[in-house]
C-alpha cells in the first residue's frame, strides 16, 4: 500500500457514494438522511500501479455528540491518518459555514489536500463550482460520484501528491 487518503467533509455532500465509487463495491451506507454512514470506513482502492487505503471519517462517529463536534473529530482523524486529504464539498448547497471551518483547519494542518467539488451532475453545474475558491485553497476538482465522472482526475492528483 503506498498511502492513505481521508475523505472528510460536511454531512451529506456524497463522501460514501464517493468511497464507494473508488472502492467499486458498495461497502459505506448511502442513505439521504444527512449524516448517515454506519457501516464499513475502509476500503482499497487501486490506480494504475498504486493501492491507496482509504478512509470514510464520515462513518466515524461517536453518540451524542453535537454536529460540529462530530465533523472536527472526523478531521483530526483525517490530519492524523491520511498522506492526502480529499475535502468534500457539494455544488448542490454551496459554500456554507463548516465547510469554510474544515478549509481552515486542513490550511492549519499542511497536509496535502484536494479539494472535490461532489454532485456536478453535468456540465452547466461546473459553473457553481467556482465559488469553492472562495475557501482559499487550489483549484477545485469536480466530479459526480453518483454517476462517475470526474474520478480519475482526483485519482491523478491524488498520486500526483501523495
Ligand atoms: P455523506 O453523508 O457525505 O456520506 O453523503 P452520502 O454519500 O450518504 O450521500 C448523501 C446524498 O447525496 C445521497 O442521497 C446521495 O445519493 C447523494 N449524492 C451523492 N453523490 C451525488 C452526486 O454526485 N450527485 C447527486 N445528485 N447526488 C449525490
Ligand atoms: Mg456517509
Sequence with gaps: IQGTIAIVGRPNV???TFFNRLIGQRKSIVDDTPGVTRDRIYGEVE???KTYRIIDTGGIQIEDQPFAQEINMQ???AIEEADVIVFLVSCKEGVMTDDIAIAKKLQKSGKP?????????????RLDA????????QDPFCVSSAHGIG????????????
Design 47 to 49: 490506480w494504475l500501479t
Design 75 to 77: 478531521v483530526d482523524i
Design 151 to 162: 474520478l480519475g482526475d482526483v485519482l491523478d492528483e491524488i498520486t500526483r501528491v501523495m
Design 113 to 125: 489536500i484536494v479539494l472535490v467539488v461532489n454532485k456536478v451532475d453535468n456540465e452547466k453545474l
Design 130 to 137: 467556482y465559488e469553492f475558491y472562495a475557501l482559499g485553497l
Design 14 to 16: 456524497g463522501k460514501s
